[in-house]
């Protein structure tokens, strides 16, 4: 009977870890998709036009416009967020829609908008390498992270070495795989501390996800009084739900560490992260950026033992004291998390958040959810029918 025991829980710990290399690693037909419109940059000057056009360049920084801005490297979910965004909307023809990526890709989400306009909402599409700002001088720390040993085998070694099974539950091994996905070291991940500076003539934005899917037109977004904050976003310690929405300090830090212990309290309400509205004249005021990067410091010093979740815990402090609450209808999180999500309060969401290893364009995404992202997506498109994207997912 007790080998019987053993066996299922070596078994459950074995899919775990298989569910976190599956969540890690890039699907073939979204390799794919890149290679081939990185390749059609090269070889088709439509796929290199200028974006936006010469005549619409002025809308860039005009604060009467709405302005989305989605970091990522994966074309498949920019142009998810981006289709659901202009199509759930009242007035597409107010979008700007700001797409950061990295150098390797940026040729191939270039393309992708070039070769699929939006009209009539405008699309940017800019790669790190191309702000001027994002320099070594002021990022040293995220230059730090990337290239520091310590950092570098946590987020990309041997996950089970270390670790005593027998001392652990399931649940606490799927937290701490969660927490160590390499995203979390990507300076991609951390460019929204950024966005003052990115954007210096912009005064409010909207920043996304790019695991989410818009639901509802986000214009009243901009309308909502932040009372002098700087962040607007839904709270995530009001819910039932374990996984998602019962989230404090607590569940982010290590309060045996005498930092952590002495500057935070652990009842504190936590928020969340993929669809957050940012006052970027009260961010200017305020030295959220120089807090982040000094935290940042300290859990490198303290050899990650402060936190071990990526950006959220930083910015939690970062942004401490600058958060207005907004109606959690505005953005229900954890569909990469439970199978378990409640369907008609799903519908009726604002912005949906596949949040979690179970991403809708992954084989480990929940049938059942799946279909409220791959309605935006085009599948009639010759690159997305060529890279078999629908038969993958």
């Known amino acids: 009977m007790e080998k019987l025991e053993r ?59 709405h302005h989305f801005v989605l970091s990522t490297d994966n074309i498949l979910a920019a142009s998810v967020v981006v289709t659901s965004t202009i199509q759930s909307s009242l007035k597409p023809d107010n979008i700007v829609f700001h797409i950061i990526t990295d150098k390797k890709t940026y040729a191939g ?89 990115l954007f210096p003539n912009l005064d409010k934005v909207v920043f996304l996800d790019d695991d989410v899917v818009i639901q509802r037109d986000l214009s009243p977004l901009w309308e909502i009084d932040l009372k002098g904050k700087v962040n607007g976003a839904v709270e995530t310690c009001k819910g039932e739900d374990e996984w998602v929405m019962s989230k404090h300090f607590k569940n982010y830090f290590n309060f045996s560490h005498p930092l952590i212990a002495k500057n935070l309290d652990p009842d504190e309400c936590a928020w969340a992260y993929g669809m957050n509205i940012f006052d970027l004249r009260a961010w200017r005021k ?33 942004f401490k004291g600058h958060v207005h609450p907004i109606d959690p209808s505005w953005h229900m999180l954890g569909l990469g998390y439970q199978n378990k999500t409640n369907i008609e309060s799903l519908k009726k969401a604002a912005v949906i958040h596949y949040n979690g290893q179970a991403k809708p364009w992954l084989e480990i995404g929940f049938e059942h959810l799946r279909p409220f992202w791959t309605k935006y997506v085009n599948y009639s498109n010759d690159f997305i029918r060529n890279c078999h994207i629908l038969d993958s997912v």
């Open 7 to 65: 066996e299922i829980r070596e078994s459950k710990f074995a899919e775990l870890m298989n569910k976190h290399f599956a969540a890690s690693s890039i699907p073939k037909s979204i390799h794919c998709l890149s290679l081939r419109l990185t390749d059609e940059y090269s070889s088709n000057a439509h796929a290199r036009k200028q974006l936006p056009s010469p005549e619409f360049l002025p809308l860039l920084s005009d604060n009467s416009y």
């Open 109 to 197: 989400m270039h393309s992708w908008f070039a070769l699929n306009p939006v009209s009539p909402a405008i699309v940017e599409v800019k790669g790190v390498h191309q702000f001027d700002w994002l320099t070594r001088e002021n990022v040293p720390v995220l230059e730090a992270v990337e290239n520091h040993n310590t950092i570098r085998n946590y987020y990309h070694g041997n996950h089970i070495a270390g670790t005593n099974l027998s001392d652990t539950t399931p649940r606490r091994f799927a937290s701490k795989l969660q927490a160590r996905s390499p995203k979390y070291i990507s300076l991609l991940n951390h460019l929204r501390i950024y966005i003052p500076e």
């Open 286 to 318: 305020a030295n959220i950026r120089e807090t982040y990067h000094s935290w940042l410091k300290e859990n490198l010093k303290s050899n990650l033992t402060m936190w071990k979740l990526g950006t959220l815990p930083p910015a939690l402090i970062a």
